[in-house]
């Protein structure tokens, strides 16, 4: 008869031998990114029916009222992906963003791109106040024309333009890659 403590590592792997720890952090990591879409999903909801309401509520406009809030709320990221020399390069434009804003989570054969910034002015000019709340949310997800190796993965941002290197490669885990300002 097995151990107990056998049985219960046998009732922890996967059928491919994997533990269920792993299993447990790539569910976590789909949880966030869906957690993600879900507060820009509210964003934008509650942009448009402002947009909406400010409309004088008539209908018949809700995709204009939609991508309205969609250009406010949510910046494109352009994004230019090259294959040279055993290395996928990624190359994108945050204008306006630091490093310290920006994350990037790298998979074997996809790159997320995310970045909030927010931006607070207050003038004060005799009794009137002038205060100014801006907040820039981006967030791009690129299929990559080659599987990367994740741990050998640089970026670099400079400029407003946000560098991805990644070799050519297998790898077997989704990491954060840390950005060095330049």
């Known amino acids: 008869m097995a151990s107990p403590s056998t049985a219960t590592q046998r009732a922890t792997e996967t059928k491919a031998g994997k533990p269920m720890e792993a299993l447990a ?16 999903y509210g964003k934008l909801a509650r942009r448009a029916f402002e947009i909406f309401s400010s409309n004088g509520k008539g209908f018949g406009h ?4 939609w991508f309205q809030a969609e250009s406010e709320l949510l910046h494109p990221v352009h994004v230019e992906m090259t294959e040279q020399d055993g290395t996928v390069n990624v190359s994108a434009e945050v204008p306006g963003f630091d490093a310290r ?5 790298l998979e074997p054969t996809r790159v997320t791109i995310s970045g909030k910034r ?16 801006c907040a820039n949310e981006i967030l791009r997800v690129v299929d990559l024309a080659a599987e990367v190796n994740t741990s050998k993965a640089e970026a670099r941002l400079k400029n407003g333009m ?21």
Not at 62 to 65: A, I, M, S, T
Not at 101 to 105: H, P, S, T, V, Y
């Open 25 to 40: 952090k790539k569910s976590s990591e789909v949880e966030d990114v869906f957690e993600h879409f879900d507060r820009i």
């Open 62 to 65: 809700d995709l204009e009222n």
């Open 101 to 105: 804003d920006l994350e990037i989570k």
């Open 118 to 133: 927010e931006t607070k002015d207050e003038r004060r000019k005799g009794k009137t106040v002038y205060h100014e709340h």
């Open 162 to 182: 946000l560098e991805i290197h990644m070799p050519k490669g297998a790898a077997e885990k989704t990491i954060r890659v840390p950005i060095k300002a330049s």
